[in-house]
């Protein structure tokens, strides 16, 4: 591996080419990735099904749609489990708006999925 060691302000630094770093980067995604889902094997949480991580992967607003229709939700019955109007729901979901913390932790309560899901 390619990288050079450096002193800066009494801290020893690692200097590497980007592609590098940008593996790492990746790396370390999936290896956070798979301590989640190995979380939640260990809770006996159901996973998510691939379509709608491929979803959230294309953007948040399109995982957010595929989720609710997964658990058989419409946006009337996320709106009532929430408290929060269909309209903003759409929104959210049309990728015109960005939810609130609290508007999206209701979501996610009631999709019953982590916050940091729909974030």
Known sequence: MEFEKMERNGEVCIVLPLHIYEKLAEDAEMLEDIRAFDAAIAR?????PLEVWNAFE???SK?????RKWRGMSQMQ??????IKQSLISDI???KKQGSITT????????????DILA
């Open 44 to 48: 006996n949480e159901p996973a998510l």
């Open 58 to 60: 294309s953007s948040v």
């Open 63 to 67: 995982g957010m749609v595929a989720l």
């Open 78 to 83: 996320l709106a009532s489990a929430t408290g």
């Open 93 to 95: 979901e049309n990728g």
């Open 104 to 115: 999206m932790k209701a979501i996610a309560q009631a999709l019953d999925v982590p916050l």
